[in-house]
């Protein structure tokens, strides 16, 4: 089986959700650990990039935070549109309209979603994403609980869990 970024992002935050943003563990150890569990060199370093890329993403999110308009209507590009469907892109409006996502949230999960190796994502998929990008941004505690419930709810009913 041809694991992906995603498959090893997902082990990790299975894994190591309960440490928050606060877990800097020794890469060299966790890449053996994740090598150990069956996953791809190549796969374990994408994924390192992508969640250095969320903290960098994180950080500039906060420095521009003041700026924005947060009632400005989003509109996606058209590999977005592509990579994120329908229901992804409602999924995002409807998390953003009950404020678990603000505008700033909202740009960094896309981001991290685009960064992803993967053609199409899916709803499920993305709403993982969310969960890993809301687990490291602090004073998002409620709004990680409660999407965490609703993946969780829905993995359950589809009787998968990793």
Same mark, same amino acid.
């Given at each position: 089986?041809?694991?992906?970024?995603?498959?090893?992002?997902? %082990?990790?935050?299975?894994? %190591?959700?309960?440490?928050?943003?606060?877990? *800097?563990?020794? /890469?060299?150890?966790?890449?053996?650990?994740?090598?150990?569990?069956?996953?791809?060199?190549?796969?374990?370093?994408?994924?390192?990039?992508?969640?250095?890329? &969320?903290?960098? /993403?994180?950080?500039?999110?906060?420095?521009?935070?003041?700026?924005?308009?947060?009632?400005?209507?989003? !509109? %996606?590009?058209? =590999?977005?549109?592509?990579?994120?469907?329908?229901?992804?892109?409602?999924?995002?409006?409807?998390?953003?309209?009950?404020?678990?996502?603000?505008? *700033?949230?909202? +740009? =960094?999960?896309?981001?991290?979603?685009?960064?992803?190796? &993967?053609? +199409?994502?899916?709803?499920?998929?993305?709403?993982?994403?969310?969960?890993?990008?809301?687990? *490291? /941004?602090?004073?998002?505690? *409620?709004? !990680?609980?409660?999407?965490?419930?609703?993946?969780?709810?829905?993995?359950?009913?589809?009787?998968?869990? !990793?």
């Amino acid at each position: 089986m041809k694991e992906t970024v995603f498959d090893v992002l997902m %082990y990790l935050f299975e894994n %190591y959700m309960d440490q928050g943003p606060e877990f *800097h563990p020794d /890469q060299k150890q966790l890449a053996l650990e994740l090598t150990e569990a069956g996953f791809r060199r190549g796969e374990i370093r994408k994924a390192f990039r992508w969640l250095d890329g &969320l903290s960098a /993403q994180q950080r500039t999110a906060q420095q521009q935070a003041s700026r924005g308009d947060t009632a400005a209507m989003r !509109h %996606y590009t058209l =590999l977005e549109a592509r990579k994120l469907d329908s229901r992804c892109r409602g999924f995002l409006l409807t998390m953003e309209q009950n404020g678990a996502l603000d505008a *700033h949230t909202r +740009e =960094l999960v896309i981001e991290r979603a685009m960064a992803l190796d &993967l053609d +199409e994502i899916t709803l499920e998929q993305l709403k993982w994403v969310v969960l890993m990008v809301l687990n *490291h /941004q602090p004073g998002q505690e *409620h709004a !990680h609980a409660l999407l965490e419930d609703m993946v969780f709810d829905d993995l359950q009913g589809q009787g998968v869990l !990793h």
